[in-house]
């Protein structure tokens, strides 16, 4: 049986002085859409077809619909074909090409080869030698990759601008935008931390999302570090990574499992051993 997915575009009218939102169908359907995926940036938007085509719509006065012009469009237009995976304005093809477009640059051009994975919104990436990549403006006014390091078996982005590296020997590391709810709030420099720092050894799989830095050892240790929040939104900032529970195996969200398959709230609670706030499972 056929399966047809319908794109629907969310908008807002005023009515007596009050805004209504209206949903309104931008395309008549994709056929064959058992593949599909969508992208959503800050005011454009992007599909990937089951025929490996990209599509984007929306705001576009810098180029960042990647269709060549600066016309903002509302209706879905086809940007590149042969595409494995896509993200904020940049496209991984089948032959491992990285594509990327935007900022005063429509059209899509190429970057580099040999690309394995990007991570969830486009980068950094991953090529087939496991290294990690990233990309760089220059006085050319294109972007450019350059390599963060080597031996890497995957990465994530958890904060703007903040990446968790893990490696295959089962070392943790960070890179990226220092702020309160970054990792590497943990350590003292209040500056950008452009090369990878270790920040945990022996680590088995890492769990960093929205709600902060979180990993398990090899030994199923959960442990946390930096800025985090719990289940309930509360925020703390942790001045040194320090273990939660054992016997863990996933947190997300503000919600852990154990290896019995017990689930659990993460939330913060006063450590009368010390003058700070400690994060605990409730």
């Known amino acids: 049986m056929e399966r047809i997915l319908k794109l629907l575009a969310v908008g807002m009218v005023f009515f007596a002085g009050c805004a209504v939102p209206v949903v309104t ?19 454009q938007s992007f599909y990937l077809d089951a025929d490996n085509i990209l599509w984007s719509w929306g705001e576009n006065t810098d180029g960042s619909l990647g269709d060549g012009t600066v016309i903002s469009r509302y209706k879905p237009e086809v940007v590149l074909s042969d595409v494995s995976d896509m993200g904020d304005r940049v496209a991984l093809r089948n032959d491992g090409s990285l594509w990327v477009w935007g900022l005063g640059t429509g059209t899509p051009y190429w970057v580099t080869d040999n690309v394995s994975e990007l991570c969830l919104g486009g980068l950094p990436f991953l090529k087939e030698d496991h290294t990690l990549w990233n990309l760089a403006w220059v006085e050319s006014g294109r972007l450019e990759a350059y390599m963060v390091c080597e031996d890497v078996l995957n990465a994530r982005e958890f904060c703007p601008g903040t990446f968790a590296v893990l490696k295959h020997d089962g070392s943790l590391w960070g890179y990226g ?10 350590f003292p420099s209040s500056d950008d931390q452009e ?4 920040l945990g050894v022996e680590v088995s799989k890492v769990c960093a999302d929205s709600h902060g830095m979180f990993y398990i050892d090899n030994d199923s240790r959960l442990w946390a570090s930096g800025g985090i929040r719990d289940y309930f939104g509360d925020h703390i900032l942790l001045n ?5 529970k054992d016997n863990m195996k996933d947190t997300k969200m503000g919600m852990a499992l154990d290896t019995e398959n017990n689930l659990y709230i993460l939330r913060f609670i006063e450590d009368n051993e010390d003058t700070h706030q400690s994060y605990r499972l409730s």
């Open 240 to 244: 040194r990574p320090i273990v939660i």
């Open 195 to 198: 090369l990878p720092i270790c």
């Open 25 to 43: 169908e931008i395309n008549d359907s994709i056929h064959n859409a058992v593949d599909t995926r969508i992208w959503a940036g800050a005011n």
């Open 177 to 186: 935008t220092r702020d309160y709810y970054s990792f590497v709030s943990s």
